[in-house]
Nanobody
Framework: QVQLTESGGGSVQAGGSLRLSCTAS????????MGWFRQAPGKERERVAT????????LYADSVKGRFSISHDTARTTAYLQMDALKPEETDTYYC????????????????WGRGTKVTVSS
């Protein structure tokens, strides 16, 4: 079992930036895909970004391309989500996830979920 712990959420004005971090309790050879989802009450869950930690391949939702950037550390146990030019409609709880390469390939759901970190963007 892998525990994922998010940090870095908070409040920011529209157009501002936040950087989220996600630390996994351990590295596993089978879970090479880390990413972020977001969801607000009454809204559908949205896959925001993923990164294949073995080779660094990334995938972004169209809504965040050019503004968000996902990365990971060399130990491949921490993922980051740099969020720039934030919009009020992006006020959500952001969840860190981890899964197999098939998750990065959009074939599976993630295996592990964090508890989420709240992001509030004010206009």
């Amino acid at each position: 079992q892998v525990q994922l712990t998010e940090s870095g959420g908070g409040s920011v004005q529209a157009g501002g930036s936040l950087r989220l971090s996600c630390t996994a309790s351990k590295y596993t050879t089978t879970s090479n895909c880390m990413g972020w989802f977001r969801q607000a009450p009454g809204k559908e869950r949205e896959r925001v970004a993923t990164i294949y930690t073995r080779r660094g391949g990334t995938l972004y939702a169209d809504s965040v391309k050019g503004r968000f950037s996902i990365s990971h550390d060399t130990a491949r146990t921490t993922a980051y989500l740099q969020m720039d030019a934030l919009k009020p409609e992006e006020t959500d709880t952001y969840y860190c996830v981890e899964g197999t390469p098939e998750f990065c390939a959009l074939k599976h759901d993630p295996t592990f979920w964090g508890r989420g970190t709240k992001v509030t963007v004010s206009s």
